[in-house]
């Protein structure tokens, strides 16, 4: 573990504890740990899971702006996608991940490269659904911690799997609260 590491794990907790909450705050936070992040995955010569840094900073942009202007510039409420739609954002991911894995098995030295990339392709998707404000966010998310658990693990990144084991009990605990701020929301 380095302070590099402990300061991204840090920054990323508060991050997704303004997203349970459903605080635009999330997203500057959010930012910063992904800068952090950056620098950690590349130095454990995890490549997916650096790159996934950058995209995340350019999302988190757009989804700071959707969060407080997306709905004809109001604020949106929380949205419930049909699984079958959440399904067909899956085949780009799958087809992500096969492509990014192939790319890093044959030129880098990568570790991991089909998992590292799984994280990768499932947590842009993930990102996308939280951005636009959408409860099946969550279980994207709690597939995308599991994986994260085994890679950062077995990569020595002991902090990061730890971080992840907390984002997978936050990830349960925020699809819940979405779910009930949904419900509230339908009803009022």
Request: hydrophobic residues 55%.
């Amino acid at each position: 573990m380095t302070i590099l590491e402990l300061l991204a794990a840090v920054t990323t907790v508060a991050s997704v504890a303004l997203a349970t909450r459903r605080q635009v705050a999330l997203y500057p936070v959010g930012l910063l740990a992904t800068g952090l992040y950056f620098f950690v995955f590349l130095d454990a010569r995890l490549y997916s899971s650096a790159a996934l840094q950058g995209y995340f900073t350019v999302l988190q942009l757009y989804g700071w702006w959707f969060w407080l202007r997306g709905d004809r510039g109001a604020r949106p409420q929380i949205g419930n996608w049909a699984w079958s739609k959440v399904a067909l954002l899956l085949i780009p991911a799958t087809v992500g991940t096969l492509a990014v894995s192939a790319l890093l098995g044959v030129f880098t030295d990568a570790q991991l490269p089909i998992a590292d990339s799984s994280i990768l392709t499932l947590s842009v998707l993930a990102q996308f659904l939280l951005d636009r404000k959408q409860i099946k966010t969550w279980p994207i998310w709690i597939v995308v911690n599991v994986l994260s658990i085994g890679v950062y693990g077995s990569s020595g990144l002991w902090l990061t799997m730890a971080l992840y084991l907390a984002l997978l009990g936050n990830a349960f605990y925020g699809w819940w609260t979405w779910n009930r701020a949904f419900k509230a929301q339908s009803t009022a």
